[in-house]
Structures are given as C-alpha cells and as structure tokens.
C-alpha cells in the first residue's frame, strides 16, 4: 500500500516541473511507499504528455507518477482547487505538498513520513530560499517564505486532518494565504502538529519581470479573507495593525491634490511634501538591503510611487468582495 501521496500543482511550467519531477523520483525511500501526484491546473495537453513520460520512466523503477487535469472553463483556478483535487484522489494516508518551482532533497518524504510516526497530524518542513550575495527587492521578498509557517511549498498532512475541514478554501483563487488559512483552521482544532527541519525544501526564486511587485498587490485581497475566517490568528502571524504607513501615505496625496484642485496653496505644498518624504523613505527601506543597479533602483522608485495606493486599493476590494470590516 502507497504510505504517502505527494500532491503537486502545477500550470503550464515544463521546465519547472522537470526539475520538481526528478527530484521526486530520487527519494531514498522504497519505490512502492509512494505515489506522485501531478495535478494541472491549465488541463494543459502538452503537460499530459509530460507527465505521461515521466510516469513511464518510473513505473520502469516501480514508482508511481499520476495525472489530473482541473475541468472547468479553459480557466486556472487556483492551486487550493489543484491541491484539493490532488489529495482526495491520494492513495495514501500521508499527504505531502510541495510546488512545482520546488527542489525536494532526496530524504524530503522519509523525515517527513518519521515525523508523522510519532503521533502528530501534521508537519512543517524547511524551506530555503538560494539568494544572489546582492538581492532584487523581489528575490528579498521571497527569501521571507523561510521563515513562513505550514508553507505548502513543504508540508505533511494526514488525511483524516484533512477532511476535518475540508481541505483548502478555494475562494484563495491566487497562490497566497491558502495554506495559512488551512494551517489556521487545524490549529483552532487543536491538532497535533510539529516542525521537520531535516525535510527540506529548496525554493529557488523565478526571473519575474520589471514591476513584478506592482502585480502582487492584488494578492492583498486574500488578505481580507483570512482575516473574516481567523481575526485573531490573522493579527498574531500575519500582520498586528493595518499598514497605516499606506494609509498614511495615500492621504497625504489625496490632500495635495485636493489643494491643488481647490488652489489652496498651503494644503497642496503640505500634503505633497508629507508624500514625497514618506515615499521617498519607503524607496529608502526598499533599498536598503538590495541592489542598487540603475534599472533596479529606477524600478524601486516607480514602484514604490505607485504600490501604497494599489495595495490600500486591493485590501479594500477584498474588504467588499469578502464582506469583513478590514483595512
């Protein structure tokens, strides 16, 4: 019988996946104590046939490698949809997550499977996150998912927790606050739970595009939702207090342009130098720990100029969407 079913969402990243599937087939475990699972998200032929390669090429080795396509519209949907699919059509009573841009190490699943032996119902792996000597602002960001907690980039769940509720919310349509919000639900069930720092997870940080920070203020919504679902949870890991500097920032703007438009000369030159000043500083912190490239440091002023506004704007588009009292 399959001890463990390893889930794996993925949408339309051969490359990516490749490396994730290699990694996976060299697990020093017995073949047959596990089964992977590739559910794609895009119901992407060109990926069927990929992972049709794939499984054949372990099935030589007596391991399994499985399919499953999200139906639905020609849309992605989510990897909470993906992820859900996976584990319910799981053979094993272990189910272990990690992502598609992931580099499991070869004793990732038999740490993780020890783990689980001793009693609890889920675990954390480590995640590490390789930086250049001198990061981007992006790469900086996401060398944070070190630090997070019940990361589904790496992680180990029974089944029976589960089904205690139901798997992964997927109103979380983007990659953002979905495991939290599973994490979250477990814990204010009170299960056992437990770290595995041995099962490690390397997380190398993808090329993105200039401006790629404007673009992820939209995952600010999912904000609102994992705040409606766990108050408390929210404001003790996520975030304390709302980020009045935003706030701040965005009405020190809305005032000089206010004055400008009512030709109060006072109020136009008080309220954009409050908004220069604090938005040069946030530039300032953003740069503090990154390069200083030409491009980047012009791509770190832009930026920085337009995010305080976008970010409020999707925080509160969530506030609506989901219905909560949330800024």
């Known amino acids: 019988m399959v001890r463990v079913s390893v889930v794996v969402p993925t949408c339309k990243r051969p490359a990516l996946l490749s490396r994730c599937m290699a990694a996976l087939l060299e697990q020093d475990c017995a073949p047959d104590d596990y089964e992977v699972i590739i559910v794609d998200d895009a119901a992407s032929p060109e990926t069927r046939r990929q992972v049709e ?43 272990a997550f990690t992502d598609d841009d992931c580099i499991p ?35 900086y960001d996401a060398s944070h998912l070190e630090h997070g907690e019940f990361v589904t980039a790496n992680c180990f769940y029974r089944r029976d927790a589960l089904l205690m509720v139901g798997g992964f919310d997927e109103r979380f349509t983007a990659a953002w606050r979905e495991d939290s919000d599973l994490f979250f639900s477990l814990l204010e069930r009170r299960i056992k739970w437990a770290r595995a720092p041995e099962a490690v997870v390397v997380h190398p940080v993808r090329p993105a595009r200039w401006g790629v920070s404007l673009r992820q203020q939209r995952k600010s919504m999912f904000n609102a939702l994992l705040y409606k679902k766990h108050p408390a949870l929210y404001r003790e890991k996520i975030q304390a207090a709302p980020p009045w500097r935003y706030y701040v920032i965005v009405l020190a703007l809305l005032a000089g342009l206010l004055g400008i438009g009512t030709q109060s000369r006072l109020l136009a030159l008080v309220g954009l130098l409050v908004w220069a000043c604090l938005t040069a500083r946030f530039c300032f912190v953003r740069l503090r720990h990154t390069s200083r490239a030409p491009g980047h440091v012009a791509e770190m002023i832009v930026t920085s100029i337009a995010i305080p506004p976008l970010a409020i704007f999707w925080r509160l588009r969530g506030a609506l969407k989901f219905r909560v009292l949330f800024l």
């Open 53 to 95: 390669r794939w499984a054949q090429r372990a099935a030589l080795c007596r391991q399994t490698v499985r399919y499953l396509a999200v139906s639905g519209a020609g849309r992605a949907h989510g990897p909470a949809t993906a992820r859900n699919m996976g584990w319910r059509a799981a053979r094993g009573e272990i189910i």
């Open 105 to 139: 190490d070869p004793c990732w699943l038999r740490v993780g499977m020890a783990v689980l032996a001793g009693g609890v119902d889920a675990a954390a792996g480590r995640v590490v996150v390789p930086l250049p000597e001198i990061p981007t602002d992006y790469e």
